[in-house]
């Protein structure tokens, strides 16, 4: 049961919460209404009017007295029952500091100081996006608004939140999350229990990128969790530690790590084509075709949704090796026939292979499997109508009218064998 002491706090808890959400706190606007509440449309009528037991009336009566008595409140009191049956409750202004010092609660405005001042260093910040959320957070603040990514009542998070926004930009390579959250925030857990989701909503929010999954939103930042390998299977020779080696020797492809791709040099690539591969079911099967020679030549490269940042430091030095070289090997994309899909792939023609080529992801593959396409709701289909609204996906006009005349995706699994080129 609820003691008068707890009663207590929770009235003035109440009171002063809506004296923070009063226009007087939030733009200064003076005005003579006290903050209020009436019994019968507050959170303690059920307690107040509860016939199985009249405690909770008492006990609630007796919290009002003990803070009638302190005069941090008024009490307006039903006709002929004074003392017996409240009908409003008031908070004293005048005594506004005392009931905020005996509620142990701090005023929202200086909460929100607190953050301002805990937000500062990112003013300077080296990354325009995270410049913009500083911007949004102050503007917030100024509206007396709690900013995307914060909480004013748990400072300590805040702090953190800057902590990891401001060591952004040191990552060089990439780093393991936990270990990352260790030389950060001196704590091998904090950032993934606590600080994570934060540094997240902000980055989707102000990044300017879009991905699908947390996962590649934080690999995209430098922080992963655990190395990846680079899958890569084909005749792709290399030169590392003034050694020659032919990848095309290793049946069934290869993963380079990291600290491989670093120093190695592209220095030849004997396949008639090459093709990435988003999903790692199709990579295996692709593989496996052109080393029974199903198909022609191949080099195979799984990207795994979007390119984690060690591919793309071999995705780049394979599209330099492409630039210096006389003949045109092309390169193609094969991904679901869906959002991530096809911005996959503009993100692989804009940033590696401006001749990309999309490798059965067409209208005609999307029509002969659209019976075993997934449904989608208004929220994926608004994000297919935007990306028919941007010129940048024009050559996808046509696979995308159906994918939203049909409210069905292709996932890339669904093509067999016997549909490869």
Not at 13 to 30: A, E, I, N, P, Q
Not at 87 to 107: C, G, H, I, W
Not at 185 to 203: A, G, H, M, N, P
Request: with cysteine.
């Amino acid at each position: 049961m609820t003691t008068v002491q707890e009663y207590q706090s929770k009235i003035l808890s109440f009171l002063l919460s809506k004296h923070d959400r009063s226009l007087t706190v939030r733009k200064g606007v003076k005005s003579n209404t006290r903050p209020q509440f009436t019994i019968a449309r507050s959170p303690f009528y059920d307690d107040y009017n509860d016939e199985m037991d009249y405690r909770k009336k008492e006990f609630f009566n007796e919290a009002l007295f003990n803070l009638l008595a302190e005069d941090l409140i008024k009490v307006q009191w039903t006709k002929f029952r004074e003392g017996e049956e409240a009908q409003k409750v008031y908070l004293n202004l005048d005594r506004l500091d005392e009931a905020f010092r005996m509620s142990r609660l701090t005023p929202k405005k200086e909460k929100l100081e607190v953050l301002r001042n805990q937000i500062a260093p990112l003013s300077s910040h080296s990354w325009e996006w995270v410049r913009n959320w500083f911007a949004h957070a102050v503007k917030h603040i100024d509206q007396f608004r709690i900013p995307v990514g914060c909480d004013i009542d748990d400072p300590e998070v805040n702090e953190d939140l800057v902590k990891i926004l401001l060591a952004l930009p040191e990552i060089n390579d990439y780093l393991p999350k936990r270990i990352f959250s260790q030389q950060v925030l001196l704590d091998s857990k904090r950032f993934e229990q606590i600080v994570e989701k934060r540094v997240l909503s902000v980055y989707k929010k102000f990044g300017g990128v879009f991905y699908d999954t947390d996962e590649e939103y934080l690999d995209s930042l430098g922080i992963v969790e655990h190395a990846k390998l680079s899958m890569i299977a084909g005749a792709l020779q290399i030169e590392i530690d003034d050694s020659l080696v032919d990848l095309g020797h290793f049946a069934g492809g290869i993963g380079i790590t990291n600290e491989s791709i670093k120093f190695l040099k592209v220095v030849g690539i004997e396949t008639k084509r090459i093709i990435c591969v988003e999903n790692l079911t199709s990579y295996y099967m692709l593989v496996k075709a052109v080393e029974q020679r199903e198909l022609e030549s191949t080099l195979v490269i799984y990207t795994g949704g979007f390119p984690h940042r060690s591919l793309q430091k071999l995705l780049g030095k394979i599209s330099d090796y492409l630039l210096e070289i006389p003949e045109e090997i092309p390169v193609y994309h094969w991904g679901d026939l869906d959002f991530g899909g096809v911005r996959i792939f503009n993100f692989m023609k804009n940033t590696f292979f401006p001749r990309l080529r999309p490798y059965l992801m067409d209208v005609k593959i999307y029509e002969s499997l659209l019976e075993s396409g997934i449904s989608f709701g208004k929220e994926y289909e608004k994000k297919l109508i935007d990306l028919l609204e941007s010129p940048e996906y024009a050559e996808w006009y046509d696979l995308l009218q159906l994918m939203v005349k049909n409210g069905k995706k292709v996932e890339q699994e669904s093509i067999g064998l016997w549909q490869l080129i």
